[in-house]
């Protein structure tokens, strides 16, 4: 089946740092990834759609500037987390689909902790 | 704007008994797809079921099955015979054209020996 992998699990960054979350389809092209933010406790927030070769398409009130978001190609995804604060620490989740639509494939997510 | 509202945020059952857990959604598309995920404490994301809104027919997955009205645009998954391994979060989400997918706040589900 399709298996994305998402790297790394566990990130520490000091604060003002910026730190890069990577995404990546291991066997099929993903047309299509997103990225998501969540809580402790809580649900999965989408904070952006990025399309391979194309800018990403921000949910509102999610600052582009700070989460930078790179789909260079059809299997790799990046989320970059620029000038880290500690409220930016999360566990942050990728998802891709393939073509042909709702294929849905979740990474195994990102616990960022910033210090 | 699409909406999804899981207004159960824990549940518990006795183990090889039913439980539903609700999801209502709003949408003002015709053409979309619904979902149920589990996250157990590993955080994985784990597909349990989809539906395709132009379908009728209720999907089933083994021990897990759904109830989808779509005039009433309720989407709730039963499950079966639970097991212990059955306790998790469960995320219903929906997706839509732009083939995004928003998820509901989550409901715990308990699964008590």
């Known amino acids: 089946g399709a298996v994305v992998s998402q790297h790394p699990s566990r990130v520490i960054c000091k604060s003002g740092t910026s730190v890069k979350i990577e995404c990546r389809s291991l066997?099929?092209?993903?047309?299509?990834m997103f990225w998501y933010r969540q809580f402790p406790k809580q649900s999965l927030m989408l904070m952006a759609t990025?399309?391979?070769?194309?800018?990403?398409?921000?949910e509102q009130g999610v600052e582009k500037d700070k989460f930078l978001i790179n789909h260079a190609s059809l299997t790799l995804s990046t989320l970059t987390v620029t000038s880290a604060h500690p409220e930016d620490s999360s566990f942050y989740i990728c998802?891709?689909?393939?073509?042909?639509?709702?294929?849905?494939?979740f990474g195994s997510g990102t616990r960022l902790t910033v210090v | 704007a699409q909406t999804v509202t899981q207004s159960q945020p824990e549940m518990s059952v006795q183990e090889a008994e039913t439980v539903t857990l609700s999801c209502t959604y709003d949408?003002?598309?015709?053409?979309?797809?619904l979902f149920w995920y589990k996250q157990p404490p590993s955080r994985q994301m784990i597909l349990v079921i989809r539906?395709?809104?132009?379908?009728?027919q209720n999907a089933t997955e083994n021990r897990f099955s759904v109830n989808f009205q779509k005039a009433a645009k309720s989407f709730s998954l039963k499950i079966s015979d639970s097991q212990l391994g059955d306790t998790a979060m469960y995320f219903c989400?929906?997706?839509?054209?732009?083939?995004?997918?928003?998820f509901g706040a989550g409901t715990r589900l308990t699964v008590k020996p």
């Open positions: 989400a929906l997706a839509g054209r732009n083939n995004d997918m928003r």
């Open positions: 539906q395709e809104a132009y379908k009728q």
């Open positions: 990025s399309n391979e070769g194309s800018k990403a398409t921000y």
């Open positions: 066997d099929f092209q993903a047309t299509t």
């Open positions: 949408t003002s598309e015709n053409n979309y797809y």
């Open positions: 998802s891709a689909i393939g073509p042909g639509g709702y294929g849905y494939t």
